[in-house]
């Protein structure tokens, strides 16, 4: 069946943020760990994580407008600094708990059971329970004017993870990882490898 | 083992592009269809597309810099208009393929065996062999200043799916449709689903 642009806004609200966030099949599962001025904590989930370069390292995620009150981006532009940390099945009930809408003084890591962890290089806190945490130095967000969400992206400062897990071409192994991937806004799914295909040529 | 920066300048290139590609976690799999004012198809592997809005429906995904001609990006703002297919199981190699460098006049449709498929709205080809097809209008490409990379939006004009995919509360069951999903720059797993889980509540 086709179901044009029309059908989508005449849908029920609900209806319509689930049907459309199924779209872009398959995302990544993160945890964004922030820290204020004043030292509040604040830990969230975001599926939008993805690569944006190799050299220098870094990467980016999509904000929701921030018309109401993004405590992640808030202390992003505060402090210059943040985390990105894999979900893994252990803790991904914790993960999802992370978007429920709580105050600006309460830390999601004290409400959702998950373990704050600093290193020494970075003014953010780490999720000690995930496999591979990422460290960044925020650079740049870039207003989407067609609809006021933002594009923040961020160069690697560091990257806290098992030796196990990286290759010998420095493929990292996420599925071996526990990382797990969101479809939709709520359902989550561990991998099973298929397999690695060959840098491809004419 | 902590990993810094300086340690990934430090890396052989290729083995720092497979390394920092698998630090997103796990990606879709997508396959843009284009076509120039000439008519000529081109058809591409791409594993950043994200989800952008609801309301109105609207879908990003990032580009490599331009400074090296893109055959996507210039046909998508040639003609105004691209679509984005779920890649699945029966068809990643041949996804995987359109990685390869083919020439302008070339069509990777032709070249990979995938099939062009157009609808009555959209001046863009849909790959026939996609379970789940959503036609776009090109609505704006934000440059990020840090790398040169392109942040580029559409709007969603129409979806082309199987009415038995799309659940009662308007979720799209993206793992029955086959969709698969990418880790790395050429790893493909297939997905389990643990669970849904309801809206968080504090």
Do not use: W
């Not at 993160?30 to 220098?56: C, Q």
């Not at 981006?73 to 992370?98: C, L, R, S």
Request: proline share 3%; aromatic share 10%.
């Amino acid at each position: 069946m086709i179901i044009t642009k029309e059908n989508i806004l005449e849908f029920e609200k609900l209806y319509r943020t689930t049907f459309v966030n199924s779209m872009s099949g398959f995302k990544s599962a993160s945890l964004i760990g922030t820290i204020s001025d004043k030292r509040n904590t604040n830990l969230a989930i975001f599926n939008s994580v993805i690569h944006v370069g190799a050299n220098p390292p870094s990467l980016g995620f999509l904000m929701r407008p921030v018309s109401v009150d993004r405590h992640t981006y808030k202390n992003i532009k505060e402090v210059g600094f943040y985390t990105i940390n894999h979900i893994n099945k252990d803790i991904f009930k914790n993960a999802h708990q992370t978007s429920a809408r709580y105050d600006e003084n309460v830390s999601e890591f004290d409400e959702c059971g998950l373990t704050p962890e600093y290193s020494q290089k970075l003014k953010a806190p780490y999720v000690k329970e995930s496999k591979i945490k990422i460290g960044l130095k925020f650079v740049e967000g870039q207003e989407i004017k067609y609809n006021g969400t933002i594009f923040v992206v961020g160069e690697i400062v560091e990257i806290i993870i098992l030796n196990e897990l990286i290759g010998i071409d420095g493929y990292v192994d996420v599925e071996k990882a526990g990382s797990i991937t969101i479809s939709g806004l709520d359902s989550y799914h561990e991998t099973k490898r298929i397999t690695r295909l060959s840098y491809a040529k004419p």
